[in-house]
């Protein structure tokens, strides 16, 4: 009867969930953007964490040398185990295990990298309630190579400054504008960070201006000190997902700043946070430090229509960044067709 009355109540969770999201049941008329959607909305109903990891692998895959699943490797021939895995800038990255369900699923009829983009941007869908949707195409090939530190020194630090972030994006490789860095920054509304990845914001007399509310709730269920004792637990990356204690300990009220209060959504949330402080890393207060990209926090606050949209075009043009080293069509999307037998 237990175990009955549980099966009960997490069927009646996600059916709750699916009901909740306008986006579900998509269809594409492509047998792989079908089977890929199928697998997303089945993974994410079951686990609603893998949904932002699934949205941060296409900026991490695509970013460095263009969309090419280089992310999603175990091991090639000329990096050894030494893979894009391992850079720090990939602390917490996720959703491997929904990729190579798919990659199971579609065979040799799609790469890797083709299967991650359509995997983000169905993600997007889905915790955006249908409010974020973009059309992809196929055709990535997928590359052989995969390399921490290449990848360390192409992603961007939560502890940039402004310039620092403006120059990345811009850089000849990725060609993206402050408005687009804006833009994407707005992803930050969904997923979790680690102590570590914060903890700049913690201590110290200089530190980044953080609300000193919202800062002492950090330091309660995160005190820094737990960094030198090897544990590096994570927190919601919005104060909206975090719990009412935490909320109230922040200070921090969703309907009061004019926020939907319902935890997990993809939304502009994360501009109404900004603009009050209560944000966790550096690289998204910075974005104050600018006139022109204060001004867009303001606008993407004031219009959620907008951001919709705009990220909506970003993702797309994250999307088709050309894979530089593009190859061929993965068996297994952990190794090269040469490592696997
Ligand atoms: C602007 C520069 C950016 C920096 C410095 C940055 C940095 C970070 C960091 C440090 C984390 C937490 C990692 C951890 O501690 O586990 C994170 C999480 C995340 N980032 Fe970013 N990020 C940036 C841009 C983006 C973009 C462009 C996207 C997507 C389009 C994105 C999507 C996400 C998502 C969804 C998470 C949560 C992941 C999860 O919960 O699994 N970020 N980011
Ligand atoms: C919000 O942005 C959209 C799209 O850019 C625009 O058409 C609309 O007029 C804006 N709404 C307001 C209230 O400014």
């Not at 099966?7 to 996600?14: A, D, E, G, K, P």
């Not at 833009?183 to 930050?188: D, I, N, P, R």
């Not at 939907?260 to 209560?278: A, I, M, Q, W």
């Amino acid at each position: 009867m237990a175990k009955l009355n549980t099966t009960v109540l997490s069927l009646c969770v996600v059916l709750a969930f699916l009901a909740g999201q306008s986006a579900a049941g998509r269809y594409y008329a492509d047998k792989v953007q079908d089977k890929v959607r199928k697998e997303v909305e089945k993974a994410i109903a079951y686990n609603p964490s893998v949904g932002p990891a699934l949205v941060r692998l296409v900026f991490h895959d695509c970013w460095v040398n263009g969309c090419d699943g280089s992310v999603l490797l175990d091991k090639t021939p000329t990096d050894g185990t030494n893979t894009e895995k391992k850079a720090v800038n990939n602390i917490g990255l996720a959703g491997f295990e929904v990729i190579d369900t798919i990659k199971q699923k579609v065979g040799g009829s799609a790469s890797c990298a083709d299967i991650l983009v359509f995997a983000g941007r169905d993600a997007a869908d889905i915790l955006s309630g249908g409010k974020i949707f973009y059309t992809l195409t196929g055709g990535r090939k997928d590359g052989v190579s995969s390399s921490a530190s290449a990848a360390d020194a192409t992603l961007p630090s939560s502890t940039f400054d402004f310039s620092q972030l403006q120059d990345n994006f811009g850089a000849a490789s990725h060609g993206f504008t402050v408005e687009e860095l804006v833009v994407l920054s707005g992803a930050h509304s969904i997923g979790v960070a680690h102590l570590s990845s914060y903890q700049d914001r913690l201590a110290g007399a200089d530190v980044t201006p953080i609300d000193s509310s919202y800062q002492a709730a950090l330091i309660k269920v995160t005190p820094p000190g737990l960094l030198t004792q090897g544990q590096d637990p994570t927190v919601p990356n919005n104060a909206r997902d975090a719990s009412s204690a935490f909320q109230k300990a922040a200070a921090y009220d969703p309907v009061k700043l004019g926020v939907n209060p319902t935890r997990g959504v993809l939304d502009n949330s994360y501009y109404h946070n900004t603009l009050e402080n209560k944000v966790l890393f550096k690289s998204d207060w910075v974005l104050r430090t600018d006139s022109f990209a204060a001004g867009k926090l303001e606008e993407y606050k004031n219009n959620a229509t907008e951001w919709n949209s705009d990220f909506a075009d970003a993702m797309v043009k994250l999307s088709n960044l050309p894979a530089l080293q593009g190859k061929e069509i993965r068996k297994s999307c952990r190794f090269t067709n040469q490592q696997y037998y």
